[in-house]
Every structure is written in structure tokens, then in C-alpha cells.
């Protein structure tokens, strides 16, 4: 995966954190938490769980479909270890740019770094608070290490 600086990716994080009602959402940083990074971080809200990788706008085609697939098992992974459905766990890949991005390819969503924000909190509330809170603290402690192969 095309892997983007980390003030880059902090960028990512930041803006989506500004953005998002805080009550209803937590955030977690999985690039120091994981030796296999597949994803740079897991936003959970009441839509549901976002696996969220950050990457350059401009990709070859077969390296971007690479990207996808590694993405969509990263989320299918959270999934596991978050302890909600599959279809509650949405795999985003989010572009570099200042140019919104609102697409859908190899079953993961393609968003720009402009529309992220938007992207999380346009979709139907799947998790109350409680639910939220439960699957972020699972997927927080697994990315530590303490969930056994379950890395995203």
C-alpha cells in the first residue's frame, strides 16, 4: 500500500475529529498500535465502524485494486475482533487532495480527505452509544496486541 507521511495522515485524523460530533464517536490511531498495518486508523459512531486507510490520489490501477482488497480484509478483521456484523464495519479509503472524492469500488467507499467527514456521518445509525462505546474498546485492545492475529 502506497503508505502516506505520518503529518499527513495526522492531517487526516485531525480534520475527520473536528468534524465529527464528539459524544457519539471515538477514534482510534492503529499506525502504533499494529506491526501489520493494513489500515491507518478505525472511527466508531453510531453508523457504524470505518476502517479507514489514507492514500495518494494518483495510483496505477492494479496497485489501487491491491489496496482495496487489503483494505476490505483489514475491515472484514475489525469486524471480527469489534464484535458487531460485517455490514456495520465499512472499509474508506481516503484520498489526499483538496478535491472531494464520493465513490465505490471493490466494495470499499473512496472518499477525499474534503469529504471524510461527511462520508462517516451520511449513513444510517446502526450502533446506540453503548454499542459504540463496546466496539471501540474492543477494537482499541485487539490493535495493542491482545486480540491474537486480528490486526487492521
Same mark, same amino acid.
Given at each position: 500500500m502506497a503508505q502516506l507521511a505520518p503529518a499527513e495522515v495526522d492531517m487526516v485524523?485531525? @480534520? =475527520? /475529529?473536528?468534524?465529527?460530533? &464528539?459524544?457519539?464517536?471515538?477514534?482510534?490511531?492503529? *499506525?502504533r498500535d499494529s506491526t501489520a498495518r493494513q489500515a491507518d486508523f478505525? +472511527?466508531?459512531?453510531?453508523?457504524?465502524? &470505518?476502517v479507514i486507510a489514507c492514500g495518494p490520489r494518483h495510483n496505477k490501477e492494479r496497485a489501487r485494486a491491491k489496496e482495496l482488497m487489503r /483494505? /476490505?480484509?483489514? =475491515?472484514?478483521?475489525? =469486524?471480527?475482533?469489534? !464484535? +458487531? @456484523? *460485517?455490514?456495520?464495519?465499512?472499509?474508506?479509503?481516503?484520498? %489526499? !487532495?483538496? %478535491?472531494?472524492?464520493?465513490?465505490?469500488? *471493490?466494495g470499499v467507499t473512496v472518499c477525499g480527505i474534503v469529504n471524510l467527514a461527511d462520508t462517516l456521518v451520511f449513513k444510517r445509525e446502526r450502533l446506540d452509544r453503548?454499542?459504540?462505546?463496546?466496539?471501540a474498546s474492543a477494537v482499541s485492545q485487539a490493535m495493542r496486541g491482545n486480540g491474537g492475529r486480528h490486526r487492521a
Open positions: 485524523i485531525e @480534520r =475527520a /475529529l473536528s468534524e465529527l460530533p &464528539f459524544d457519539d464517536w471515538q477514534v482510534i490511531d492503529t *499506525r478505525v +472511527v466508531v459512531g453510531p453508523p457504524g465502524v &470505518f /483494505l /476490505l480484509d483489514a =475491515a472484514h478483521q475489525v =469486524a471480527d475482533v469489534s !464484535g +458487531v @456484523r *460485517r455490514d456495520e464495519v465499512h472499509p474508506v479509503l481516503c484520498l %489526499t !487532495g483538496e %478535491t472531494p472524492e464520493d465513490s465505490w469500488s *471493490r453503548s454499542e459504540v462505546e463496546v466496539a
